[in-house]
């Protein structure tokens, strides 16, 4: 023990996040083990070491005692005059552990331990960072595409966009900069480093992107109530204001549409939707359906259903191509959404209307 080790274990705790303490912790415990395992017993045992030098001291308490049966727990009076005259029978003495032998397992031990105890440190040092990024957003380099999917490193360590969380859409290359959500950090066994899941493809990558990008989210003046997205096509959010001198849609587009600007060009050209949120399912039915207009909107609460109406040319505009719009609100709104042009409302009720002619059977 010496500053060669302390300037050892202060370029560990830089360089790999490992507490020093923890280290010369685990040091005190591996000398502790060390007296141990050659003197039979550890209880009386001490270990100091000096956090600024590494000079370490080993002491073990032992009782003053007219007659030595056990050296281990016991030191003879005369003995223990010799370190200090003030002793007497009973007392209990510190008295410092010097011989060679030990000297020579405590080191070996010592260095078992700080080998392990490093690792260890090392492996928790890296779960504890991206722990904390869980369902959260992170910033990695594309590094290469092959069969199992894209690998993207995270810093201290890759993970992969499997084939469900990768947006078909994107022509990703390696050294692209790009955000992922972390949908789950686990600790594997055989592993020094953890295995962290990964998501361009998630709703919430979508919220957590205008949740950096609006300030009013990060207050909590304003809330993302709901997503409903096709990955790499469009999205769709509702947004409601705990304010209501807060416009919800306008903070979240921001002056000239820089914020929800800067979320499509992480999105790379994902379009999205800001509606405003109500508790009146028929007026948020209607802003969900935007861009179309909607002449009229009937809402079943309990069956979470709705009826739609819009004009003749808005048909094709609610429901959206392959229906991409008519199904991104009802996933939105929470309801099944039946839409028909006014014209074929207008159809159907003129049938409804219509009664058929009472039939008579000729009489024998």
Known sequence: MNSELIEALNILEREKDINKDVLLDAIENSLITAYKNHFDRADNVKVNIDRETGDFTIFAEKKVVETV??????????????????????????????????????????????????????????????????????????????????????????????????????????????????????????????????????????????????????????????????????????????????????????????????????????????VRYSDNSAEFIVNALSPSKVVSVEADDDERTAKVVVPDNQLSLAIGRAGQNAKLAAKLTGYKIDIKSESQARALEEEADIQPEDETENEA
């Open 69 to 274: 049966e056990n050296p281990v727990t016991e030191i003879s009076l005369e003995a223990a005059m010799e370190i200090n005259k003030k002793y007497k029978i009973d007392d209990i003495v510190n008295v410092e552990v010097k011989t060679k032998e030990f000297g020579r397992i405590a080191t070996s031990v010592a260095k078992s331990v700080i080998t392990q105890k490093i690792r260890e440190e090392e492996k928790n040092a890296v779960f504890n960072k991206y722990y904390t990024k869980e369902n959260d957003i992170i910033t990695g380099i594309v590094q290469k595409i092959n069969s199992r999917g894209i690998i993207v490193n995270l810093g201290k360590l890759d993970a992969v966009l499997t084939e469900n969380d990768i947006v078909k859409t994107e022509k990703l290359k390696p050294n692209d900069r790009i955000k992922v959500y972390v949908t789950e950090v686990k600790e594997q066994e055989r592993s020094s480093v953890p295995k962290i899941s990964i998501s361009r493809t998630s709703e919430q990558l979508v919220k957590r992107l205008f949740e950096t990008e609006v300030a009013e989210i990060m207050d909590g003046i304003v809330e993302i109530v709901t997503i409903a997205r096709d990955p790499g096509s469009r999205a769709k959010i509702s947004v409601r204001s705990r304010n209501p001198k807060v416009d919800p849609v306008g903070s979240c587009v921001g002056v000239n549409g820089n914020r929800v600007g800067a979320v499509v060009a992480e999105l790379r050209g994902e379009k999205i939707d800001i």
